[in-house]
């Protein structure tokens, strides 16, 4: 017998940091066709930024494969990964994620969109790192209050 999931289970599925990206990433764009204002060298520096972050995201869910760890958020992680990207920053995709946007709006030419990227951010640390955080903690225990010591949620 198939269950049928409610609206709010379909909801808190399709909650995931992608698709705020994307809607952040929606908002730089509207805001650079209402107001542009590129800035000199933006495209170049955009695309670097696009590219370096999705350069981080990669390393960083290579290295939870090669831990057989997940990289969905909301899943209970198999292993504690601090090494490599993770020992530069404890949340290196959502690092990457906040890059690809700074990227984006100066791509764009949306640079009046730019401070929507610590918006992401602390949007993101609220509806996603914290409970994160705490499921690692309640995981991995003084292994990871060590990690956090040593190393920063961003950067």
Known sequence: MVRHRSPAELLHEVDIPPLWLALFAL???AIGRLAPLPLPFGRALGGGLIGAGLLLMVAAAAQMAL???TV???RRPAALVTGGVF????????????IVLAGLDLWWGASLALPLVP???????????????????????????AYCARTRRWL
Do not use: K, Q
């Open 87 to 98: 020992a530069l920053s404890r949340n290196p995709i959502y690092l990457a994620d906040a």
């Open 72 to 74: 969905i958020p909301r």
């Open 27 to 29: 908002a730089s764009w």
């Open 119 to 145: 918006v992401f951010m602390a949007f993101i640390a609220r509806r996603f790192i914290r409970a994160e955080e705490a499921w690692i903690g309640a995981a991995f225990g003084a292994d990871y209050r």
């Open 67 to 69: 831990h057989r760890t």
